[in-house]
């Protein structure tokens, strides 16, 4: 069986790496343009909303990853898991926290994009 601190820096690598991904591609995408995502002052309003959107997209993204690494569903599963329990003892860990985190988005009025 791994180690505790193992154990934790498989995953702190899982969401190093997907943390890295979203630098390169909102740095990416906000720098060529992609998407509309260039300053125009004309239209400043319009400019913010795209921007709001891809980062939206790519951070949800990201936190939609971390539920699924604590759910055991990323390559740190391998190596062991952390186990999310709260504080009255019900573990956490495998309750499809990634629908579950989306869903949340949705009922209270955050777009999942």
Not at 4 to 9: F, K, R
Not at 51 to 67: A, K, N, V
Not at 72 to 86: F, H, N, W
Not at 95 to 111: K, N
């Amino acid at each position: 069986m791994a180690e505790s601190e193992e154990i934790i820096n498989a995953v702190f690598e899982d969401w190093a790496v997907t943390l890295d991904g979203t630098i390169e591609e909102l740095t990416s995408q906000i720098l060529t343009g992609d998407y509309g995502v260039t300053p125009d002052p004309e239209k400043p309003e319009d400019t913010r909303n795209k921007l709001q959107w891809l980062l939206r997209r790519e951070l949800t993204s990201m936190m939609f990853g971390y539920c699924v690494t604590i759910n055991g569903g990323s390559p740190s599963a391998e190596t062991g898991m952390v186990r999310l329990v709260d504080e009255n003892g019900t573990d956490h860990t495998s309750l499809g926290l990634h629908s579950a985190f989306l869903g949340y988005l949705d009922s209270t009025g955050r777009p999942t994009v």
